[in-house]
């Protein structure tokens, strides 16, 4: 089916310059950008964005990652779009990502993994509503 999926670059690979790089990837991949801004986020809307991870142990240094420079968030459209994102990306952290995923590629460590994708169709529709409304 034809899905929607929320993307965002995070500040280590938009600092990288890879914006461009990594979009293409998913272009290539028959998906394609309908929304898309650059924004700084604010330590509330890191945290209201994470707030399923709240309780994690990683929680706060995920949180002020993700405020350390601007991300470019965006909504992907396209056959399988939560699916086919999620094997874009590669596993969460770089290490065991799979060679020639977007997080093998451009990630250091897994916080600083240069993407999120939503992981499910539930999931998908709250975190684009987050940034991008209905
Ligand atoms: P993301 O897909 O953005 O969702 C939550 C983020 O928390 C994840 O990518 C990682 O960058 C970060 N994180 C840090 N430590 C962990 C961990 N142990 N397990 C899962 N995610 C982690």
Redesign the pocket.
Known sequence: AIERTLS?I?PDAVAKNVIGEIITRFEKAGLKVVNATLKQLTRAEAEGF?AV?KE????N??VN??ISGPVFVQVLEGENAIAKNREL?GA??PKKAAPGTIRADFAES????A???S?APETAAVEIAYFFGK
């Open positions: 965002i995070k994470y991870h994690r142990p990683f929680f240094d995920l990652f993700m990306m969460t952290d897994i916080d600083a993994n993407v999120h994708g992981d």
